[in-house]
């Protein structure tokens, strides 16, 4: 047994272990901690895609997918979270760990689009995620029946004027991507075209097909099928250049429709929190990867093209006008929010 007397001793023997404990466990954290964020990613990363499997959201980012594994090292899966447009796998991924190993493909409409159409999400899109970088561009094309009486999209504007409330145009639904883009046209050269939602994006098309309605907004890929097949007319895309898989068509401002210029994106964010030198790492591996002529390649085959690469301060930037230019068109349209 020990005496009372003795606990001077014992506690000064304490507090020298104590000292050589910590001193030990500094100087180890010094020796392994920049190993450690080096070592970024020890397993394989999840890309959690909020749409249905089979998509193009989903294939754009299956294919981009092995190409930024091969740059991390590591394989990169994807996981399809689908619901409520979007609104289940960015809520899903909000509430991850801050650590890499979980990342979000977000879209336009996860991120500029649903925090004007809904009235409340499950996740904040400004505060709840850390834009990482986008990889691809999903523009989109204004298309017709194929026997519309215009030649061209100016032809198809006077037509419109001539006999305003006559025509109509379908889209995927409500406060879908396909009816803001149509009423942003629509709003800049002040035509009146009478509005059938649908429940989704086939629907839509075999709408038009069937002659049941005259206009659609598709996304460039779909429209390039379509035509192909001669079931629709073209008339112009909504990006600056035009589209390498329908060269033949040409953009809104070759047309004379300057204000036309919008699209769809693909990119990829993690939780608010992430270490700045897992962001570094992560935006390091999407700009090799998007530099690849096989990237490139293959994204155009689904319709899609390249984002242009931008420091990762600058795309946060980006997505924050993002949200704002799509706010304003969803507003000057009137279209409601959803409950």
């Not at 100087?27 to 970024?40: E, G, H, K, N, S």
Request: net charge neutral.
């Amino acid at each position: 047994m020990f005496s009372t007397s003795s606990w001077p001793g014992i506690r000064a023997c304490l507090r020298h272990g104590r000292a050589q404990v910590v001193a030990l466990a500094v100087a180890l954290c010094t020796v392994w901690a920049p190993q450690a964020v080096a070592a970024y990613p020890e397993r394989p990363v999840t890309v959690v895609v909020p749409w249905p499997a089979g998509g193009a959201t989903d294939l754009a980012t299956r294919r981009f997918s092995e190409a930024l594994g091969k740059e991390l090292g590591v394989a990169v899966v994807v996981e399809n979270r689908p619901g409520a447009t979007g609104m289940v796998g960015s809520s899903a991924v909000a509430k991850a760990a801050p650590d890499g190993y979980t990342l979000l493909l977000a879209t336009a409409e996860t991120h500029a689009i649903n925090p004007y159409t809904y009235s409340k999400l499950p996740y904040d899109p400004a505060r709840d995620f850390t834009p990482v970088a986008a990889f691809a561009v999903n523009p989109y094309a204004l298309v017709a029946r194929r026997d519309f009486p215009a030649g061209n999209a100016r032809e198809l504007v006077e037509t419109v004027r001539r006999q305003p409330g006559k025509f109509t145009y379908s889209s995927a639904s409500l406060g879908s991507a396909s009816q803001i883009v149509m009423e942003m046209f629509k709003n800049a050269e002040g035509l009146d075209i009478l509005h059938v939602p649908y429940q989704g994006e086939a629907p839509a098309v075999a709408a038009l097909m069937g002659g049941q309605v005259d206009l659609i907004v598709l996304p460039v890929g779909r429209a390039m099928t379509f035509r192909d097949s001669g079931k629709v007319k073209v008339y112009a895309v909504t990006l600056d250049q035009r589209f390498p898989g329908m060269a033949d068509v040409p953009t809104f401002k070759e047309e004379g429709f300057d204000a036309i210029r919008i699209a769809n994106w693909f990119a990829l964010m993690v939780p608010h929190g992430t270490p700045a030198d897992v962001l570094r790492k992560l935006e390091s591996a999407v700009d090799t990867a998007v530099r690849n002529p096989d990237t490139a390649q293959g994204l155009e085959k689904l319709g899609l093209d390249v984002f242009t690469p931008m420091p990762q301060p600058r795309f946060a930037d980006f997505v924050a006008q993002e949200r704002k230019r799509w706010g304003a068109i969803i507003e000057q349209a009137g279209i409601r929010a959803k409950q």
